[in-house]
T-cell receptor
Framework: KAGVTQTPRYLIKTRGQQVTLSCSPI?????VSWYQQTPGQGLQFLFE???????NKGNFPGRFSGRQFSNSRSEMNVSTLELGDSALYLC?????????????????FGPGTRLTVL | GDSVTQMEGPVTLSEEAFLTINCTYT??????LFWYVQYPGEGLQLLLK?????DKGSNKGFEATYRKETTSFHLEKGSVQVSDSAVYFC?????????????FGTGTQLKVEL
């Protein structure tokens, strides 16, 4: 089974531009989550999409947005880029959990998109 | 809110040394606990998990026990190898209410030398 894929792997933009990142989940997975990883703030949750609906949202400004398509592929968009948006953006996919008191959603991470804002 | 605190790195060990990376958490609900590992240039991989108190997660020689009384989930390995060099993240997830939000610690870089 193919893993989570993210495109592009590397991206260089300038301040004020906008950017769109793409994530293709593992086949059959309906949940896609996005995380931002920076040396200063570590790994921070951006948002999660499940069946084309945003199910969870982190504490990021409205410049960060996302969407999910009917095939579960997801995109995130950052408008009006700032220098501080330079980061590794990771997406993770998971399938609905099995039922039971110890059920949990294992999340499978992609390799990330390295965004550099100049 | 929920948070995870783990020891600062980098941690540098000689091969075959014993490893402990401390992790403590605060959570508003009953969390599941995880350790993820990130190798250079790669995404995160789930290393081990524990979903309830006193559970022990284990994988590839690594172990961690869910201690509710001390709100801790320390990672241990009896004998590290050079190939274990990576960044290790402790994380929690609250399952009730749905959603897949993981809250991560800041990560601990491990360097293992010959």
């Amino acid at each position: 089974k193919a893993g989570v894929t993210q495109t592009p792997r590397y991206l260089i933009k300038t301040r004020g531009q906008q950017v769109t990142l793409s994530c293709s989940p593992i086949s059959g997975h309906r949940s896609v989550s996005w995380y931002q990883q920076t040396p200063g703030q570590g790994l921070q949750f951006l948002f999660e999409y499940f069946s084309e609906t945003q199910r969870n949202k982190g504490n990021f400004p409205g410049r960060f947005s996302g969407r999910q398509f009917s095939n579960s592929r997801s995109e995130m968009n950052v408008s009006t880029l700032e220098l501080g948006d330079s980061a590794l953006y990771l997406c993770a996919s998971s399938s609905p959990p099995p039922q039971g008191p110890s059920s949990f959603n294992e999340q499978f991470f992609g390799p990330g998109t390295r965004l550099t804002v100049l | 809110g929920d948070s995870v605190t783990q020891m600062e790195g980098p941690v540098t060990l000689s091969e075959e040394a014993f490893l402990t990376i401390n992790c403590t958490y605060t959570a508003t609900g009953y969390p599941s606990l995880f350790w993820y590992v990130q190798y250079p240039g790669e995404g995160l991989q789930l290393l081990l998990k524990a979903t309830k108190a006193d559970d022990k997660g284990s994988n590839k020689g690594f172990e961690a026990t869910y201690r509710k009384e001390t709100t801790s989930f320390h990672l241990e390995k009896g004998s590290v190898q050079v190939s274990d060099s990576a960044v290790y993240f402790c994380a929690l997830q609250i399952l009730t209410g749905g959603g897949n939000k993981l809250t991560f610690g800041t990560g601990t870089q491990l360097k293992v030398e010959l």
